[in-house]
């Protein structure tokens, strides 16, 4: 058990629809990663929260957004579905922000099933 | 810009036998360097990972691997393959932002 919970673990959802996946972090540790892994693109880096703050963005989708609260969690919100989006969505975490040889722990994902 | 590249999307090795999962990186500084196992329907978890020090870096599960700077290479060895093993292999740099980016993942398979 890594410290990091993901909620739902599994999702199946229509498209066009809308839908919200929730991580909370590790205890302790202030950042927040969300990574997309698909059959075909591998493990696609999203997002990046420290303490609060949107701290690096990847291969985000405009109709992605993520948010990470005043307790740490972080929610990723994924708008408009198309089946494409269909994928394993994992949250991770670690203590600092800056390149400090932490290591990020990963939660068990999200799955999503776009129909 | 950072990348990882993992050579052999696909690796099958017999029981007992030696497993290597290459991985090389591009980085325009001294990179922080981690190995991660995915097992099924499971989430990354750590193997080992090189910050400073040892070049040799020795893991969980008998794994370990060796930086090499010259050959901007940090390839995963274990000297002796288990069933267990059977697994996802993920190579990723840690860049100066704290951003991980990972390989595209090498999927071992342990021939009984």
């Known amino acids: 058990d890594s410290g990091v919970t993901q909620t739902p673990k599994h999702l199946i959802t229509a498209t066009g629809q809308r839908v919200t996946l929730r991580c909370s972090p590790r205890?302790?540790?202030?950042?927040v990663y969300w990574y997309q892994q698909s059959l075909d693109q591998g493990l696609q880096f999203l997002i990046q929260?420290?303490?609060?703050?949107?701290?690096a963005k990847g291969n985000i989708l405009e109709r992605f957004s993520a948010q990470q609260f005043p307790d740490l969690h972080s929610e990723l919100n994924l708008s408009s579905l198309e089946l494409g989006d269909s994928a394993l969505y994992f949250c991770?975490?670690?203590?600092?922000?800056?390149?400090?040889?932490?290591?990020?722990?990963f939660g068990e994902g999200s799955w999503l099933t776009v129909v | 810009a950072q990348s990882v590249t993992q050579l052999g999307s696909h690796v099958s090795v017999s029981e007992g036998a030696l497993v290597l999962l290459r991985c090389n990186y591009s980085?325009?500084?001294?990179?922080?360097l981690f190995w991660y196992v995915q097992y099924p329907n499971q989430g990354l978890q750590l193997l080992l990972k090189?910050?400073?020090?040892?070049?040799l870096v020795k893991g969980i599960n008998g794994f370990e691997a060796e930086f090499k700077k010259s050959e901007t290479s940090f390839h995963l060895t274990k000297p002796s393959a288990h069933m267990s093993d059977a697994a996802e292999y993920f190579c990723?740099?840690?860049?100066?932002?704290?951003?991980?980016?990972f390989g595209t993942g090498t999927s071992l398979t342990v021939i009984p």
């Open positions: 990723a740099v840690q860049t100066t932002g704290n951003q991980f980016y």
């Open positions: 205890s302790g540790d202030l950042s």
């Open positions: 090189y910050t400073t020090g040892a070049t």
């Open positions: 980085s325009s500084v001294p990179p922080y």
């Open positions: 929260y420290y303490n609060g703050e949107e701290r």
């Open positions: 991770a975490s670690s203590v600092s922000a800056g390149q400090s040889g932490n290591t990020i722990y």
